[in-house]
Structure formats: C-alpha cells, structure tokens
C-alpha cells in the first residue's frame, strides 16, 4: 500500500485552514453588516434631520478605511485605562445612517447617568503630564486648561454606531486613525453634541 502522506493534502491541516478562511469571512460580513447603518456628525449644521447621503462615507471598509471599535474593547494604544462605568446594549432596529447635527434627537442616552468618570480622566492625565499634554493639543486647547476642557464635557452613550477620528497614544504622541464606536459606547461630549472622548480608553475624539 502506497504512503499518501506526501501525495496529497494533509486533510486535517487543509480543512482547519479553511475553517480559518471561513471564519475570517463570515467575521468581515458581521463587522459590515454592523456598520451598515452609522451616522456622521456634521458640526456645520443646525438640520437635525438625518441626511442619509453620507458623501462618499458609504464606500468605507474596515478592511481598509476603519477601525470598528465594539463598545467594551479597550482599543490600540489607549491613552488612558477604562474609566467607561458602563455601556449600553442598543437593538440593531433601532439604528439609523446619515449624517446629523449633534443636537440630534436619539444621538445619545444616558446624559442623565455618570457614564464616564471625569474625575478619574482627569486625575490620571494630571499625573501623567506628558499623555496630558498630547490630550490637549488633540483638542487645540493648553495643557493648562485640560481640567476645565474635560470638566465642560457630558458623559453620554451613544445610541447610533458613528464615525470619529479617534486618537491613540504611541511613542510620546497621539496617533489618530478612523474609526466608528459602536453603538452603547460611553463618550464625553461637549454643548455641540460632537464626542469629544472615548471613555473606554479616554483617547480624544474629533469630528472625521
């Protein structure tokens, strides 16, 4: 009887890389099917009606374009631990795209709630002067004044997967990338609706 070890595929090997394949696959499809419906917020204007033109938006992948960061992942390179105190599971039906003023309704719940712990964001950046400083030139504001920034912002959850420029902290500096927060992350936002940070990772936010 011939040896067909080395005359053909290893079997085993074979069916657990295309398990892999598989998986990657179907992984991709949920992440898209995810991010199907997201909005974008749009700080120029006063319409609080959701646009559903997103501009191009729309051709955005998270194979190329984004990070789609889920509501209790911490992140790459945070600039800071969690000091989210919780986040919200939000029914897929009830999300919407577009883009949309920050004034929007059913832009965010919890405002009501301490989402976030300000004391603590503001407490570890004190002590660490340095991500301190980067945290405020993000928001082109003198480190002097991250307190005050930062104690002017509203712990909120949102209620709708959205586009942000997120920043992460590597090498003494922030590094911002794409991403869209799901829906039922905790975030500070400031009176124009627009979040500001991410309190998972309390890495600044701005609009993309």
């Not at 969690?82 to 039906?93: G, H, Q, R």
């Not at 929007?104 to 503001?122: M, Q, R």
Request: glycine content about 8%; hydrophobic content about 40%; overall charge negative.
């Amino acid at each position: 009887m011939s040896d067909q070890s080395n005359n053909g595929p290893n079997l085993k090997e074979w069916f657990s890389q295309s398990s892999s394949r598989r998986f990657v696959a179907l992984a991709s499809a949920v992440i898209v099917a995810l991010i199907a419906t997201l909005v974008v917020i749009n700080t120029s204007s006063d319409d609080n009606s959701v646009k559903t033109d997103l501009s191009g938006l729309s051709d955005l992948t998270p194979e190329n374009n984004y990070l789609f960061q889920p509501a209790d992942s911490i992140g790459p390179d945070p600039f800071t631990p969690s000091f989210a105190n919780y986040i919200l599971e939000v029914p897929t039906e009830n999300l919407e795209s577009g883009i949309v003023s920050g004034s929007s309704t059913g832009l965010y719940g919890g405002t009501g709630e301490n989402a976030c712990d300000i004391d603590k964001l503001v407490a570890f950046l004190q002590e660490n002067p340095d991500i301190g400083a980067a945290w405020a030139e993000v928001q082109g504001i003198d480190p002097s004044e991250l307190e005050d920034f930062i104690r002017g912002l509203t712990p909120a959850i949102l209620l709708q997967n959205t586009l942000v420029t997120n920043h992460g902290y590597s090498d003494g500096e922030a590094t911002p990338f794409l991403a869209v927060l799901e829906a039922g992350t905790a975030v500070l936002v400031d009176e124009d609706g627009i979040p500001r940070a991410r309190c998972a990772c309390g890495n600044p936010l701005l609009v993309p």
